[in-house]
């Protein structure tokens, strides 16, 4: 049912993929870090100058400086008339929400701060970001410990679009919650329901009834990233074994009843999904696109090596896959207009530099403008 639900969404997009002949006019929305001289940047680059068959050089349009490392970077494109589109910016310390609706690509003017900037109480340098429908997710894990923190030691606020301050966190001594084992992955499914991963659990909780919730057998793994896509629910594993190159994915529809699906790969090491699925990829210590099992692009045509590491990534509205390197300020751009698997050459993968070698590329928005 998926793979049919993307195949009918495809002529939808034919106007603006990597093979239209007017690309969409967006910016890429880079997070910079550079600790060595304590320099944070969100750095605005034109699309269409990054992408493969693009020879010319890629193309900044402006930088907004911020005042500690970058976490993650989120961009809600606003459909109520008189609210702003939005840039959410994650600090260790801060959550930031700025105007994004007067960016163009050849102005980003001065950061305008939409009405939030709220400190929060606790270290969130390990945190994410992740959209629902009329809410935000802001999850603050707390640092690695031995033996393992409970469920009571994770931070997490559900926070409306509008919001001019943090609301109060999510209660983990709540019934349905506090019974959580963790390490736990959270993100938000429909009408905002919170889904929640852990080694032993799949659910979903809407804060009034009781959870659904469906067993798992993955002790000794940890959760490493969980999104809702096409009305799935689907995460991933770490199987806490650095010697081995392995990826765990659960697929869940849901239901009270259905199973949990499990898909395994050797071949690559993904710990976390692209965001603006679909189409599903997945990422870390290699790359490969999940319909159902994993496509991973050939060595040899498209010289994406299956040992390169990368960070984070976001598929563009253009049908271009905008992905970071882990070890280098280097974003490579993917035309998915092609298949991956088995047609994609190096022709269709554009490498770029977006800094000098001592930064890294912390977070992604593909930005549309008008």
């Known amino acids: 049912m998926y793979l049919t639900v993307l195949l009918l969404g ?12 007017e690309p969409t006019r967006a910016l890429l929305a880079a997070g910079v870090n550079n600790p060595s001289n304590n320099t944070y940047q969100i750095r605005f680059f034109q699309s269409s100058t990054l992408q493969p068959g693009n020879f010319d050089l890629a193309r900044r349009v402006g930088s907004w400086d911020l005042d500690g490392p970058i976490v993650g970077l989120l961009y809600r494109r606003s459909l109520q008339q008189g609210v702003n589109d939005q840039l959410w910016v994650l600090t260790p310390s801060r959550l930031r929400r700025f ?23 606790v270290d969130c340098s390990r945190g994410y970001l992740r959209q629902g429908q009329s809410n935000l997710l802001l999850v603050c894990p707390p640092a690695p410990a031995v033996p393992t923190p409970p469920i009571e030691a994770y931070r997490a606020w559900l926070i409306p679009f509008t919001a001019t301050a943090l609301p109060d966190p999510l209660d983990f001594s709540n019934p349905n919650l506090v019974r959580l084992t963790a390490p736990v992955r959270l993100t938000l499914g429909p009408n905002d329901q919170l889904l929640y991963l852990t080694p032993g659990q799949f659910g979903q909780y809407d804060f009034v009834n009781p959870f659904i919730e469906r067993p798992l057998s993955l002790s000794g793994s940890s959760p490493t990233d969980l999104i809702f896509v096409n009305g799935q629910a689907l995460g991933l594993f770490d199987d806490n074994d650095p010697t081995t190159t392995d990826t765990t994915l659960v697929a869940w529809n849901l239901g009270a009843t259905s199973e949990v699906g499990l898909v395994r790969d050797a071949n690559l090491a ?14 870390g ?21 299956r040992s390169r590491r990368y960070s984070t990534a976001t598929v563009g ?24 698997a088995s047609a994609l050459t190096s022709a269709g993968v554009r490498t770029s530099s977006l ?10 928005a ?5």
């Open 285 to 305: 210590t290699g790359l490969a696109r999940f319909e159902g099992g994993f496509q991973l692009p050939r060595e040899n045509e498209s010289g994406l090596s």
């Open 99 to 121: 105007n994004a609706s007067n960016l163009s690509v050849d102005d980003v003017g001065t950061p305008q701060l939409d009405g939030l900037d709220q400190a929060l109480p």
């Open 10 to 21: 495809l002529p939808l997009l034919t106007s603006c993929t990597g093979s239209s002949e």
């Open 317 to 340: 509205i253009d049908q271009f896959l905008y992905i970071a390197d882990q070890d280098t300020p280097t974003l490579s751009v993917i035309d998915l207009t092609v298949n991956i």
């Open 366 to 370: 593909f930005i549309p403008v008008e």
């Open 355 to 364: 800094g000098s070698f001592q930064e890294r590329i912390a977070g992604l």
């Open 270 to 283: 993904a710990r976390q999904f692209a965001r603006g699925a679909p189409p599903v990829f997945v990422l």
